[in-house]
């Protein structure tokens, strides 16, 4: 993600409108992921950018006691139905009250922050010795679905670039160490249109276009069997604070 994307307030805000979609299609975490996660024994968890709790009901349902902070009072809306505690704010303007985390986790978000703003957050709220875990999910699909489908999003959006860069891992901070988690996921042609109107570059087109966009990619899919298997990842930044 560009680093300036968080200025984009109107894809950074998109996601309250399809807020059930999301926490329908988009990925759980990992069961290894959230393994590690546990690992850390951390008292207090804050989860930025929670959404719709992907990630923290699965730390609450192993017992940590986590905090979401989400923008949108929609996304945690839904978090709070399955029994989450939210504070609906920006993260950079959040009212901490002065409480302070051992683990801080961010998953999907973090490029929807300013950075400078959002890591001064974090000195604050981080206790000694504690972890900074962000992460993103990523898809890949097997050919020839994926050349299938690049070529739907290519004709009706053609002004958008589609083919995802190589990823790098930004810099080699001896700080931060970088995890990959694995997972597989397969979805029906209703499924995947479903999902990709929960990401911000198709949630803000004109309804026209994404319709467009949905029906070609649902043809597609038909097309080479009906179903989408992913072999997505969990790519993980893991830091943590020196003690004092």
Known sequence: MPEELFRDRGRAESFGSIAGLYDRYRPAPAPEFVDDLVALKPAKVLDIGCGTGKVARELTQRGLDVLGVELDDRMAGIAREHGLEVDVSAFETWDDRGRTFDLI??????????????????????????????????????????????????????????????????????????????????????????????????????????????????????????TVVVHGSTDVSWSRAAPR
Request: aromatic letters at 8%; one cysteine or more; proline letters at 7%.
């Open 105 to 226: 986790t961010c998953g999907d978000a973090w490029h929807w922050i300013d950075p400078v703003r959002g890591w001064r957050k974090i000195g604050r709220v981080l206790r000694p010795g504690g972890t900074v875990v962000r992460f993103w999910n990523h898809n890949e699909i097997d050919e020839p679905v994926r050349s299938a489908l690049l070529a739907v999003h290519e004709r009706v959006l053609p002004e958008i670039e589609h083919r995802t860069p190589e990823r790098t891992r930004g810099g080699d901070d001896p700080r931060v160490e970088h995890r990959v988690y694995p997972w597989v996921r397969t979805y029906s042609a209703d499924e995947w249109v479903a999902l990709i109107a929960t990401y911000s570059v198709n949630q803000t087109l004109e309804p026209s276009r994404l319709a467009e966009l949905q029906r070609g990619l649902h043809a597609a899919i038909t097309a080479h069997g009906g």
